[in-house]
């Protein structure tokens, strides 16, 4: 019966949806440039929504890390770009947005003319190899679209991509050395020895297959790919750098450095020759497959049949412009750009990980089946539980439950029996703390938008979360917290055991599962164990149940915290805000104590060792640049001064997003802050996912349609909307009266309009009490 | 139609082979330690038919190459075992038989009591490692069966095996520390750095899986695994040997050397630890896939879904028999044990490389499905296809006919679009010289027996003949002959591929594709541009179409010939003996010049540095312990002097072949010496496979029946057969006088008599004169 009516009622939503809907043009608000200085470590590449490719231009490509030890400089190029730089080694197929680690740069591309160079040469020294000098004035960045002048070798790159393949369209100058270079060595986080093994066949004079295997932030991580030419190449070869080191057998009988068709090894590097015209056009069809070279080819014959770039990028822009559609706003011209680039970069991940047969690898490194739903990877748990799955909630529901699929997929695979922590291309690379698929999972739950087996999901749930083995978990769970001389980072630790352990709780409390409702309610109230009423923060005990003696809540270093200082981090009890105001003295000791945070002052010394945090992401102590603090800023709403939350998210919006190349205060981190971007300007906030509930703030827009998936279109009116009245006067749902700090997600999903009366002094009497 | 008669046709063969051929125990007569002494390269350890697993002892594990070096020492270890020494290291489950270069000796297992020890430690110190001391004494080596006691740790270790599983059987003494290890770092042939990559898991208390890839003679190599015990282990870890290499990442969470259920890397080892009681018996199933662990699992669960280790034995020891009875003689002791192990060792390849449904791995990398055949491997063309594969037309045809599939998959898949060289696991490791998979093919379609499609096996040859790049092919085919200044080895691939291109010619008259037939008839001369009238050797040539000045035919060093000196390979056409008889001076003064070879002295010094060749395999200045030479005794049927091959195959089947640990005269390689015995010992030989001609000798048992796939029976019987009775007085075929010196493979085939008369003195007029 279900599989009857679902289909007819996803035909009537979508024939609803092309009905009443117009598309608008909004890509063109899109700057994919923003957050390429500094610290965003987003990519200008192209690429489409939630694509398994994203072909993007690198312009550096050092190592991660120099006969073992970590080269502090490769930070900057967690996605391959900075703007900064002066020249291009290449294009690459595969980058992450807005990471604080890193890995990928698959297969990079370099177009030359002249003498061929198979080294990338210096940045000082760009004629030293194959990369080329460029200028920001030759260069163009749009959703799905780039392109630049590589002025060494007078070529136009241009680049575009459908979901699993990128094309690279070249115009040469008139030459008789025109090459492809494809490195296939080279690679972001790169170090020697990353990659394993590499397999390259030349099927024939415009085909070419293999894959890529590499040890990194993925530990066991092989890509397959399709390289397709529009024109044949009259003569090719390649070399291997690790030629001295490598057996090579039988293979001795052939010269395989020219015009043979099979290559292998650890450290290779390819050309392909071509005699072109002046302005003649060298197309490259480039898929990617996680399966086998088959499915890559498969890919490509799929998605793009046909040599036409402009219809790849047109098409890939019509994606773009269908996802930017999902929240019309209306505000004023930066604004425009800030939210359409935030609705961009949270549209860039998790991203497509199967062929297009719905064929993936598993983390088992076997190869599965996806039946009924796209597997998704690289989920950047520890930040995207907070905003960017919650606003899936809203705006990309079905691609939620399909996440949500995806990582009981992972579940079902892992040895460990855990949900993903970072999930990453087959492979779980433990990034950060906590086990926040949890959130993701009892959000979907408890907002009542599951077509997963929720039972199911809440017992991979519970199964993760008692993995005694797991980060300190033994002693969590003995102890009621992680003791620092056992395990580093213990109070960050806890803190996020205890908020993910209520989510489970929620689950089980809807689903009727008592006894876990309750082993995991008692966990929850695990941060208590770690707050030090004396000193008025969370801090780290030791197993002997004493406190940590050496103590200092502004320093982020070895405190006991995770990328935070105890002034941020004591404030995540984001399951219990009431709870945790009281337990620090109050709703007035506990908003001045907010005040505090905001207005004093942080001095380098307490952050220069912590990579993801810099000065351009904090405003006095606090540190929106990384993720513990994203909620803070909510928490005047539990207190009586909730016009505090409206002030302060107006000015966190102004001064941490920025429409320029350095207007992100912080990592992007795969779309977590350009999700609190969304919300805060949309002017409501999920402090807790697992709760249906949404803290409402001051919009930053004038009016925004939200067209969900169900038909039904939710409405953001704001009278009187200007740059200093960031305070509401009056707030109306569908006409009547709202006087609680929150909206509840079916009052979004059940479309309506939410009225916004704004003023530039705040209406004291608004609210009701807080909670 | 054909469809439907041949199920009806093979069901009621089946039939006709169960109701009238009991099967005799000749399992009894084989012994697999011979050849496991000097230069055999055989192993002892257990395997079914052509089976995937050879689960074997490795008495040591010297490495390959040390920095970049070739270490000579190990090529005694090209099947991990030298009957010399004095500790076994292990037992691994993928090990080559005879050949004469190695890989393989994939997942090492060793039983240990007492102090863990994860270093094989040295022969001289067994104690400093897991290896351990053993003696002869205690060891017994039978198909599918080894034993042996492990002094050092008072363990019984027992191996069988399936196709594609392995059993251990590990009888230990009472102990508290009772270790199984599992060494992922060892291998045969191996070199620091040949283990590209290693994944483990544990998925239970019983059960592991995994795989390993390694850059050896098969430079891309994946083995998959999966690893049952018959008792839950109490704890296990690993010891990762490149930690300091290793890019860890945020892997370092966890202690991953203890009871941490994933590992993978470069260098690991790994072990798994019990207490066991005395006379406890711990049980392993070790299941290998070249596709997947699931593929390996599945394999375990097909083959072996129970833990009856004596079961399996039975019925590896019944799959023994049932191929043995394919050839049942009656004969001296030791020439039993000499015939059965010969027909052992020749059912020992190619082997088998798919998983029990049809899966398999092919040349690119993809995963391929086998539809109506046997996908087999290890295909050691050069040696085998001049009496192994000819053996096979009339012992194991269907396995042929699917190993012919094998090698056109092995085309399909080959971007070179090349039949293979040297077919080793989803690789062509290129080993030696020519296109020899077209004499096996054409022996095939000549003899009639062909249920592949012959023109496509055609074209191939074709194509595979027409590859410029190939190995001086460009020469060859511009010039008429590789000249030596090119290409090495000149004259050895000119007169190898001069009888490949006859054979392709052979089948192209066949099937009426005349131009093929005189392009190949053409090359099929190509012998006559290396023969040196003057010298009256084949001599290397140079492009300038002068002969190479310096020129020794003793010598086997840089000669022009590859593993032999010009006084052998100048006998190589076996497709036109009269031809080059008359070239080289007529028959007396070949027959002359055949004596010559045989009675004449080679000094060390023209071998010493050839290793393939050994004084141990040598008779004069003939080297039967290689395969150049195999023919040659054969060629006095073609002058008037018949009666030379019948003493001299008689000769070297007692010199060559002995019932003892080093009765071998030379590498097994892979059933072809053994082959040549089988062949020899009967009375017949195959001198040009593409021909359906074998010549006749003087058999060396008293009789034989051979229990053909078609139902019927040929008889050999010999008359007045004795030692000193080498020479044939009187020949008849189903009673008739037969008066010719060569049988042809249809007169074999259905089925008859044929008898010989055997005298002391030659009976010079037996033979009509030679063609």
């Known amino acids: 019966m279900r599989n ?102 698959d297969f990079l591309i370099a177009p030359t003319t002249g003498k061929l160079q198979l080294n990338p040469g210096t940045e000082a020294k760009p004629e030293s190899g194959y990369r080329s000098a460029f200028t920001h004035a030759n260069e163009v960045a749009e959703p799905a679209y780039y392109k630049v002048k590589l002025d060494d070798h007078n070529i136009l790159a241009e680049l575009t991509a459908s979901n699993r393949v990128g094309m690279h369209q070249y115009t040469f100058p008139k030459s008789d050395e025109a090459h492809i270079i494809l490195d296939l060595m080279s690679g972001i986080y790169n170090y020697d020895g990353k990659t394993t093994w590499t397999f390259v066949r030349v099927e024939n004079d415009t085909l070419i297959t293999g894959y890529r295997q590499t040890n990194g932030w993925a530990r066991t991580r092989t890509v397959y790919f399709a390289m397709a030419f529009s024109k044949p ?11 001295a080191q490598v057996y090579k057998g039988f293979w001795r009988k052939f010269d395989q450095t020219k015009n043979f068709p099979e290559f292998a090894g650890k450290k290779l590097r390819a050309y392909f020759d071509f005699k072109t015209e002046e302005g003649e056009k060298i197309k490259i069809k480039f898929s990617l497959s996680p399966v086998s070279t088959e499915g890559a080819l498969a890919n490509m014959r799929a998605e793009i049949p046909h040599w036409d770039f402009d219809r790849v990028k047109r098409e890939g822009q019509a994606a773009w412009n269908k996802e930017l559609n999902k929240v019309v706003v209306d505000a004023g011209k930066d604004d425009l750009v800030n939210f359409y680039t935030a609705m961009y970069h949270s549209f860039l991940g998790p991203t497509t990980y199967m062929d297009v047969d719905g064929k993936y690898r598993g983390l088992d490194m076997n190869v599965h089946q996806a039946n009924g739903f796209t597997n998704y990877s690289s989920f950047s748990l520890w930040d995207t539980y907070r905003a960017l799955h ?110 993910d352990d209520w989510c489970i709780a929620q689950m089980a409390k809807k689903l009727n599962r008592q006894d876990i409702y309750e082993e995991f309610s008692k966990r929850a109230q695990n941060f208590k164990n770690v707050y030090d009423a004396q000193s008025g923060f969370m801090r780290p005990k030791l197993s002997d149940g004493t406190w940590k003696k050496e103590f200092d809540p502004l320093d982020t270093h070895g405190q006991g915290f995770i ?26 000791q506990f908003a001045q104590h907010l005040d505090s ?8 010394k307490y952050f220069e060792n912590t990579e993801d945090i810099s000065r351009d992401g904090i405003i006095g102590n606090y540190v929106h ?135 530039a002094k705040p209406n004291t009497k608004l609210f009701a009490k807080a909670p």
Chains 1, 2 share one sequence.
């Open 4 to 105: 009857l009516v679902l289909p007819f009622l996803l035909l009537a939503s979508i024939l609803s949806f092309a009905q009443t809907r117009p598309v608008v043009n909004l890509v063109k608000y899109v700057n994919p440039m923003i957050g390429t200085a500094k610290m965003g470590h987003t990519y200008p590449g192209a690429t489409v929504p939630f694509g398994m490719v994203q072909l993007s231009p690198d312009t550096d490509t050092i190592p991660y890390e120099v006969n073992g030890k970590y080269n502090k400089d490769v930070y900057k190029y967690c996605a391959g770009y900075q703007h900064d730089d002066k020249t291009i080694v290449g294009f690459s197929h595969t980058h992450f947005s807005g990471t604080g680690h890193s890995d990928l740069g």
């Open 233 to 243: 190449f009259h003569q090719y070869g390649n070399k291997d750098y690790s030629e």
């Open 390 to 499: 919650p606003l899936f909630t809203i705006v990309q529901p079905a691609r939620n439950n399909d996440m949500v699929k995806s990582m009981l997929a992972h579940y079902d695979q892992s040895v460990h029996k855990m949900l993903p922590v970072w999930s990453h291309h087959a492979n779980e690379n433990w990034c950060m703390i906590g086990y926040h698929a949890v959130p993701v999972i009892a959000d979907m739950v408890m907002k009542g938008m599951a077509d997963f087996d929720a039972n199911r999901a809440l017992d991979a749930s519970v199964q993760t979360a008692r993995t005694r083995y797991y980060d300190g978990l033994d002693y969590y769970m003995d102890l009621g917290f992680v003791p620092e001389d056992k395990n580093g980072s213990s109070v960050s630790k806890t803190l996020e055991y205890a908020y």
């Open 563 to 588: 990328e935070g200082n105890s002034w941020n981090y004591s404030l995540y009890v984001p399951h219990a805000p009431a709870q945790m105001i009281a337990m620090m003295g109050g709703k007035l």
């Open 597 to 604: 945070l905001f207005t004093m002052e942080l001095p380098d």
């Open 625 to 759: 640049g990384n993720e513990p603090s994203h909620h803070i800023a909510y928490l005047y709403n539990w207190t009586d001064q909730p016009w505090k939350t409206q002030q302060r998210t107006r000015m966190v919006l102004k001064a941490m997003y920025k429409p320029t190349v350095d207007g992100l205060g912080g990592n992007d981190d795969f779309g977590q802050m350009s999700a609190w971007y969304i919300f805060s300007a949309l002017g409501f906030y999920p402090v807790a996912p697992g709760s249906d509930q949404y803290a409402i703030t001051s919009p930053a827009i004038r009016s925004a349609s939200i067209n969900l998936e169900n038909g039904k279109t939710f409405t953001i009116d704001v009278k009187n909307q200007k740059d200093k009245n960031v305070y509401i006067q009056k707030l109306e749902l569908n006409g009547r009266p709202l006087t609680r700090t929150y909206l509840t997600h079916s009052e979004i999903m059940n479309g309506g309009k939410i009225t916004f009366y704004m003023a």
